[in-house]
């Protein structure tokens, strides 16, 4: 069985910082593509950033210059730094990824249960 476990949510002053991170565990034989998402208030879930395996980067036009998406050595976690919050980054921030189980043999999408990020004064 396969799971995505996001860390590092909270609540933050605006212009501040917070470092999320996703570990994925189970029978894996490889990981793919890494993504955020991020589901405001009353809004669609949507991409922020996405990384594949050989570390090409993508980012939405919102957070571009203040949000840093990386993976780890394993190729088994991913991260975001987010720098310079606004209030208007607050809300659930969901990883993804493409995974490929042992048991399975081909590619599907997984999802992390959900960090909330608030940044407020």
């Known amino acids: 069985q396969v799971q995505l476990v996001e860390t590092g949510g909270g609540l933050v002053r605006p212009g501040g910082s917070l470092r999320l991170s996703c570990a994925a565990s189970?029978?894996?034989?490889?990981?793919?593509?890494m993504s955020w998402y991020r589901q405001a208030p009353g809004l669609q879930r949507e991409l922020i950033a996405d990384?594949?395996?050989?570390?090409?980067?993508r980012y939405a036009e919102s957070v571009k210059g203040r949000f840093t998406i990386s993976r780890g050595n394993s190729k088994m976690t991913v991260h975001l730094q987010m720098n310079s919050l606004k209030p208007e980054d607050t809300g659930v921030y969901y990883c993804?990824?493409?995974?490929?189980?042992?048991?399975?043999?081909?590619?599907?999408?997984?999802w992390g249960q959900g960090t909330q990020v608030t940044v407020s004064s």
């Open positions: 993804s990824a493409e995974i490929v189980e042992r048991t399975v043999g081909y590619e599907r999408d997984y």
């Open positions: 990384i594949t395996r050989d570390g090409s980067t």
């Open positions: 189970g029978n894996i034989f490889e990981i793919n593509g």
